[in-house]
């Protein structure tokens, strides 16, 4: 296979067309819209399933540890004690969470803890859309519950259309 | 008489020129922030245009004043290795000529301003700027690094070889105006018609030695980022690179000052006599004087830009084929060009008609002709054509 390029014609040879025509396409660049985001001022809206900063639910979250199991990197910190308390009439055990702590500054945003959770909806995702985490000291990067729940951000990952909609898998023992 | 003559070859002079450098340095300077904004808008970005707004400067404009306080502020770091004094001349010695050429430039009509009128001036302008080229020379080598001195040596190279065309593409010029005279090259345009026209091809082939001679794109080979770091000044850092800056813009406000002077009319805007001659500016007094100096810096400008516009445009040549294009079709070009002038005129001369207007005529058809082909409507252009072979 070889290439066939146009022949030149003379005059396009003695009179620098392509030159020419090479300013004449960059003169055109000059007044067309820029690609350029002013990132404070401007900003891009990530895509629908970007995985940002974590939200927690503590009303959904049934203190079952799966997240910090499936962690890879063990970065969930969850402390758990048992209460009786009276549901329905009948005294039950319940686990209640006294700590749930994630060290987001080692984080990598793997979505594993996302998967392993057991509740529906799940109460611990990261489909939210805050991906500005920056601080000035790593201190303020560990968070606990509450910060987790209670922290105003950006919009949420409405959810896939229903038709094509991914049922996330049954977790059935230890780590999907 | 003895202060007379004080005010008349020193002091006035003096002031002349330091309202011409100022004026022009300011130019130089903001030249930075122009460059790198325009080169961003052409490449769909846009370029510096942050700084100065708290304080309410819009477009970034501040940069003009941060870069040089910048360079000020920034530790001068002197390789332990590098010959310590060539090392410091590098930069001052391209510097030199090229703000020393600045009193030699008509900027309007003479005598206000005009800072020194020699009438060698073409001579001597070019005879300075090519000097320039030490300073880039003593740099690379004085760096002791082997990026620097391949771009030293490229630069001289580069520049002794299109100082040819850059000097031949001249001749054509001097032969029509009959005068080294700035002010009298000047003076002719406005009284025949620009010299582009009967010296097209001397106008081209002055505009490439141009670029090839400030080393700006794309004949850039000498700082060619992508193969030698920085090239001379891979080195230098705060102020004395910032000298190397300024020498080259300067010197590419020379070019252009001289690309304004022999081929655009200077600060005339007249045709056969018509229109803004030298005459009708002094008549308006230092109202014309002043009209004057702004049609030349408005010219200045667009050169000033078109060295951007070529930057934003084309790729970089390879060095064999920046010496090809040289000495195998600038120096060949430039010689055909002094002959067929020099032809034209004396044919012109020995058979009573004038050969100027036969070589404007044709360079007008030639720019006719090449704008009616760049601007005739075509079909999409058709790419390279792929044929597999059987």
Known sequence: ?176 | MTQDLLLRYLIWPLVKFLVAFIIVQVIVAAMNWVERRLLGLMQARLGPNRVGREFGIPWGLAQIVADPIKFILKEDIVPSSSEKVAYFLGPMLPLIPAFLVFCLIPYGPPPTFVVTHVNVGLLLILALTSTGVYGIILGGWASNNKYSLMGGLRSAAQMVSYEVPFGLSIVGVLMLCGSFDLVHIINYQADHIWNLFPQLIAAFIFLVAMNAENNRTPFDLPEAESELVAGYHTEYSAMKFAFFMLAEYSSMMVNCCLMVSLFFGGWTMAINGYGLTTGVLRGMGLLGGILGALIFITKVMVFMLMYIWFRATFPRFRFDQLMDLGWKWMIPLALANIAVTAIVVLLGDQFDFQGEVVLSIAGAAIIVFTLILLLRPRAKVTHARRVSEA
């Open chain 1, 1 to 176: 296979m070889h290439v066939e390029y146009p022949k030149p014609r003379w005059t396009d040879k003695f009179l620098l067309l392509d030159m020419l025509e090479g300013l004449k396409t960059t003169f055109r660049e000059l007044f067309k819209p820029k690609v350029t985001i002013r990132y404070p001022e401007e900003r891009l809206e990530p895509a629908n399933r970007f995985r940002g900063m974590f939200k927690f639910s503590f009303d959904r979250c049934i203190a079952c540890k799966l997240c910090a199991l499936a962690c890879p990197i063990d970065i969930i910190y969850i402390d758990v004690h048992d209460e009786q308390r009276e549901v329905d009439g009948k005294m039950k055990k319940l686990k209640v969470l006294d700590r749930y702590d994630i060290d987001v500054k080692r984080c990598m945003f793997c979505s594993l803890c996302e998967e392993a959770c057991p509740t529906k909806p799940k109460s611990i995702w990261l489909t939210t859309k805050t991906y500005e985490l920056a601080t000035y000291d790593r201190s303020d990067l560990y968070f606990n519950m509450q910060q987790l729940e209670y922290w105003e951000g950006r919009p949420e990952y409405a959810g896939l259309p229903a038709d094509e909609s991914l049922e996330t898998k049954k977790i059935e023992g230890g780590t999907a």
